[in-house]
């Protein structure tokens, strides 16, 4: 009988969550798009919860199997990365349904790019278990998903307290130019593990966490950075997950990355925009947004690009990405 009450409470929380993404964007819609985007939301909220418990359900094995010695969590690993392939893939087919486009498979480049990442999430789950070791294997509840709002608003500062300290000091020192390759460095990966501390630590000053909780913010993570690299026009909106910084207007848009490809000293951040505006390196995409490239076919026609393909990478480029400057064409992948 307990387990009928609490499989009702937590469908209830997730179908309240729901309903709320869909009303929201359904009100904040342009008429034209309306549809489209609820018929987006719709997709990504089922595809979030296969993700969040099929990860939730690695970490129990890792946790568990970390009790019995250190060497035992690295048997679970491997799968993490059929969750990585399969968030990449998903994400990008919504973008490309949603966006009109034909579908785009799997390349050999995305699966390196989440073999990297599934073993950087691997060994930082390792590391995070010996440093938080109070960490509780306890399943979801309703107080997890109703707290989750402000933790994720204090996850994604920290996560950009790392990203945006490597960021700005890799392009003021010169390190990072063409930096829109998917190809993760040493330094690059460490960042990024440094940023996930960084952010549960943040979570851990005020409140213990669980298992859940992580597993649910490392997803909402991988999401937001997914949905940033999927060309999509719309900067999806209304989230629970995203609503803090949404309502404080220092949400993380499109366009507000994009305007770092135009200017490259500014708008370090890929979270929100809360540090640059707090250190001056925020500037708004007014109408710098978007750069008209030649269409690259010979018929001289121009369309806007409003993605990283539009990235103007002058001097420092690879010799891919200046020839393809030079041609006026977006760098094939």
């Not at 929380?13 to 904040?28: D, K």
């Not at 019995?68 to 998903?90: K, M, Q």
């Not at 009109?100 to 390196?112: D, E, H, I, M, S």
Request: aromatic content about 12%; some cysteine.
């Amino acid at each position: 009988m307990a387990s009928i009450e609490y499989a009702k409470s937590m469908l209830a929380v997730w179908l309240a969550g729901f309903a709320f993404n869909l009303c929201w964007v359904y009100r904040t819609s342009p008429q034209a798009d309306r549809w489209r985007r609820c018929r987006f939301i719709c997709r990504l909220w089922p595809q979030q919860t296969v993700v969040v418990l099929a990860r939730f359900a690695v970490m129990r094995l890792v946790k568990l199997s970390q009790g019995v010695g250190l060497d035992r969590p690295a048997v679970y690993w491997p799968f993490i990365l059929p969750i990585g392939l399969f968030e990449a893939w998903s994400v990008q087919a919504m973008a490309d349904e949603y966006e009109g486009r034909p579908l785009k498979p799997l390349c050999l480049r995305a699966v390196r790019t989440q073999l990297k990442v599934s073993f950087l999430e691997a060994v930082g789950l390792t590391v995070g278990y010996m440093i938080w070791p109070w960490v509780k294997i306890d399943d979801p509840t309703v107080e997890s998903w109703l707290h989750a709002p402000w933790r994720t608003f204090v996850f994604d500062i920290g996560l950009d307290v790392g990203f945006y300290t490597f960021h700005r000091s890799c392009h003021e020192h010169g390190h990072l130019v063409a930096h829109e390759t998917y190809e993760l460095s040493f330094l690059e990966t460490a960042s990024i593990l440094g940023s996930y501390l960084i952010g549960f630590e943040l979570i851990g000053r005020v409140y213990n966490y669980t298992l859940f909780d992580i597993a649910l913010l490392v997803s909402w993570a991988h999401l937001v950075e997914l949905l940033g690299h999927t060309q999509m026009s719309w900067t999806v909106n209304g989230h629970p997950l995203r609503i803090i910084p949404e309502l404080l207007n220092l949400d993380l848009k499109v366009p507000d990355h994009t305007m770092h490809h135009t200017k490259p000293l500014s708008n370090f951040s890929k979270r929100l925009t809360l540090l640059d505006r707090l250190f001056g390196t925020y500037e708004p995409p007014g109408d710098l947004y978007g750069t008209v490239c030649k269409d690259g076919k010979g018929g001289g026609e121009s369309k806007p690009r409003r993605s990283h393909e539009a990235y103007p990478v002058s001097e420092g480029g690879t010799p891919q990405r200046r020839r393809a400057d030079r041609a006026g064409a977006p760098l094939e992948a």
